[in-house]
């Protein structure tokens, strides 16, 4: 069977499936040779079901399946983040804590997936409890990027970016609390949506009033990223913060307002060989006939209060374990949880009253615009096991967090994001390109990145592996 299998779209893949074309069981086993000759060097699926996908493949074949059927990923293999529970399937955390942890029922939109046809194959690799923008642990080790395998696929949805990168399925799931899916996106050179919050059931979750948090996908192209929220997607009254989605409306992107914001104003520091291969991208763009104008919302000093509020997050979830955890846990982890017993009451209010004022702005910025374009990251991929602190541009990064402001300022403010590939250097490596809209605007934020996509015909590399 062609290699070219494995870098078919997913909406491309179903298709064939429905035509007869090829079998889903035809399909589980190709992607079950892909892994089994890529996946021992990138490292990116920790847990695979093969004989689980083999038997949901059977089963798919036996529906009889024609070109009436109507589930969107059908027979398409997809891959799912190490938080997220499969049931029956081991979900780590990427913690030995949890090594021989066995969910005993799927998540809401692992469920969803199912109902769309898709053919869970594994679980992909996660820093600890998705802790920082590295993806390694104690449990699995590091996880490769496949465009060069001696640096850092990035996290905290590094596993699932590196699937799509290299070839080991179409589409992942991932979740993303301050840029998880959309920075290993764009060091692995792929598609990472992280969709509106509430769109997206997260069921199970110990913090579901987390509004910082959520769950999309990662893939090689904008329609198959959406194709799989789409999936993803219902009202689910057990999550405290679940809508009923907006209907998707046309919108003609040549009439668009669109500002483009290469340090969100100053605030963010970017490698500055990011910041020219997303203006020349831009600058492509605007050729095309799109109405770009260089702007900034007032981001405003939210370091801090982004700080207070990650760390009550995972406080509330892990608090409890860590006297008896703390030497097995990651040091960044470790310190997240450590960071809640500096905090008073008054730090806790002026967080909050910060991320209102933060909302605020970007609301009072939506207003003017449409849409913003930003560098999807500030650094290029990284080097496995660096150390910190860094100097980027003259500028010292403490630590990731100083790294992930690009990304986290709109956790903080739950807009919805894409990160796409938009150039590449000149020794391989991909840069990213970040697309927010407004609140619940995730319609016009696709399109968009879909004609970005087209303009720049955009092409997702295959690695070396």
Same mark, same amino acid.
């Given at each position: 069977?062609?290699?070219?299998?494995?870098?078919?779209?997913?909406?491309?893949?179903?298709?064939?499936?429905?035509?007869?074309?090829?079998?889903?069981?035809?399909?589980?086993?190709?992607?079950?040779?892909?892994?089994?000759?890529?996946?021992?060097?990138?490292?990116?699926?920790?847990?695979?079901?093969?004989?689980?996908?083999?038997?949901?493949?059977?089963?798919?074949?036996?529906?009889?399946?024609?070109?009436?059927?109507?589930?969107?990923?059908?027979?398409?293999?997809?891959?799912?983040?190490?938080?997220?529970?499969?049931?029956?399937?081991?979900?780590?955390?990427?913690?030995?804590?949890?090594?021989?942890?066995?969910?005993?029922?799927?998540?809401?939109?692992?469920?969803?997936?199912?109902?769309?046809?898709?053919?869970?194959?594994?679980?992909?690799?996660?820093?600890?409890?998705?802790?920082?923008?590295?993806?390694?642990?104690?449990?699995?080790?590091?996880?490769?990027?496949?465009?060069?395998?001696?640096?850092?696929?990035?996290?905290?949805?590094?596993?699932?970016?590196?699937?799509?990168?290299?070839? $080991?399925?179409?589409?992942?799931?991932?979740?993303?609390?301050?840029?998880?899916?959309?920075?290993?996106?764009?060091?692995?050179?792929?598609?990472?949506?992280?969709?509106?919050?509430?769109?997206?059931?997260?069921?199970?979750?110990?913090?579901?009033?987390?509004?910082?948090?959520?769950?999309?996908?990662?893939?090689?192209?904008?329609?198959?990223?959406?194709?799989?929220?789409?999936?993803?997607?219902?009202?689910?009254?057990?999550?405290?913060?679940?809508?009923?989605?907006?209907?998707?409306?046309?919108?003609?992107?040549?009439?668009?307002?669109?500002?483009?914001?290469?340090? $969100?104003?100053?605030?963010?520091?970017?490698?500055?060989?990011?910041?020219?291969?997303?203006?020349?991208?831009?600058?492509?763009?605007?050729?095309?006939?799109?109405?770009?104008?260089?702007?900034?919302?007032?981001?405003?000093?939210?370091?801090?209060?982004?700080?207070?509020?990650?760390?009550?997050?995972?406080?509330?979830?892990?608090?409890?374990?860590?006297?008896?955890?703390?030497?097995?846990?990651?040091?960044?982890?470790?310190?997240?949880?450590?960071?809640?017993?500096?905090?008073?009451?008054?730090?806790?209010?002026?967080?909050?009253?910060?991320?209102?004022?933060?909302?605020?702005?970007?609301?009072?910025?939506?207003?003017?615009?449409?849409?913003?374009?930003?560098?999807?990251?500030?650094?290029?991929?990284?080097?496995?096991?660096?150390?910190?602190?860094?100097?980027?541009?003259?500028?010292?990064?403490?630590?990731?967090?100083?790294?992930?402001?690009?990304?986290?300022?709109?956790?903080?403010?739950? $807009?919805?994001?894409?990160?796409?590939?938009?150039?590449?250097?000149?020794?391989?490596?991909?840069?990213?390109?970040?697309?927010?809209?407004?609140?619940?605007?995730?319609?016009?934020?696709?399109?968009?990145?879909?004609?970005?996509?087209?303009?720049?015909?955009?092409?997702?590399?295959?690695?070396?592996?």
């Amino acid at each position: 069977m062609s290699d070219d299998l494995h870098f078919l779209g997913a909406s491309e893949l179903s298709s064939q499936i429905r035509s007869r074309t090829i079998s889903c069981e035809e399909v589980v086993r190709a992607f079950l040779q892909r892994l089994d000759a890529v996946n021992t060097v990138v490292n990116a699926v920790v847990t695979v079901d093969g004989e689980r996908a083999l038997d949901q493949a059977r089963s798919l074949d036996g529906d009889h399946v024609d070109h009436e059927d109507r589930r969107p990923l059908l027979g398409v293999p997809v891959t799912v983040k190490d938080l997220t529970p499969v049931a029956g399937t081991r979900t780590t955390m990427g913690s030995t804590r949890l090594a021989n942890n066995v969910a005993s029922s799927d998540g809401a939109l692992v469920s969803g997936l199912r109902q769309a046809g898709a053919i869970i194959m594994g679980k992909t690799n996660t820093p600890e409890f998705g802790c920082k923008p590295r993806t390694d642990n104690r449990l699995f080790g590091a996880t490769r990027n496949p465009h060069n395998t001696s640096l850092s696929s990035g996290g905290s949805s590094g596993g699932a970016a590196a699937a799509v990168a290299a070839g $080991l399925g179409p589409v992942a799931e991932g979740s993303d609390l301050a840029g998880s899916i959309r920075q290993p996106a764009a060091w692995c050179g792929v598609v990472g949506y992280k969709p509106s919050q509430g769109r997206v059931p997260r069921v199970p979750n110990p913090t579901p009033w987390n509004s910082m948090a959520v769950n999309g996908s990662l893939a090689r192209t904008v329609g198959d990223a959406a194709v799989m929220v789409e999936a993803m997607t219902r009202f689910e009254p057990k999550d405290p913060l679940s809508v009923v989605a907006r209907p998707a409306t046309a919108r003609d992107c040549t009439a668009l307002r669109i500002a483009w914001s290469p340090d $969100l104003g100053g605030v963010a520091t970017i490698d500055p060989r990011v910041v020219e291969g997303c203006r020349g991208a831009v600058g492509r763009l605007a050729d095309a006939g799109l109405n770009i104008e260089e702007a900034s919302p007032d981001i405003g000093a939210i370091r801090e209060p982004f700080l207070a509020l990650n760390a009550l997050t995972r406080y509330a979830a892990l608090g409890e374990k860590l006297s008896a955890w703390r030497d097995d846990l990651d040091p960044i982890l470790v310190s997240r949880l450590d960071h809640v017993r500096g905090l008073s009451a008054r730090d806790i209010a002026t967080a909050e009253a910060a991320r209102a004022a933060h909302h605020a702005a970007l609301t009072r910025f939506f207003d003017m615009y449409d849409i913003l374009l930003t560098p999807a990251t500030a650094l290029l991929p990284q080097p496995l096991g660096q150390e910190w602190p860094i100097t980027v541009a003259g500028r010292t990064y403490r630590d990731q967090l100083d790294e992930l402001l690009v990304s986290y300022a709109f956790n903080l403010s739950s $807009l919805p994001a894409v990160s796409l590939p938009c150039t590449w250097t000149t020794d391989g490596l991909p840069i990213g390109l970040q697309v927010v809209a407004p609140w619940h605007e995730d319609a016009c934020l696709l399109a968009f990145a879909a004609r970005i996509e087209e303009i720049l015909m955009l092409e997702v590399r295959r690695p070396c592996p």
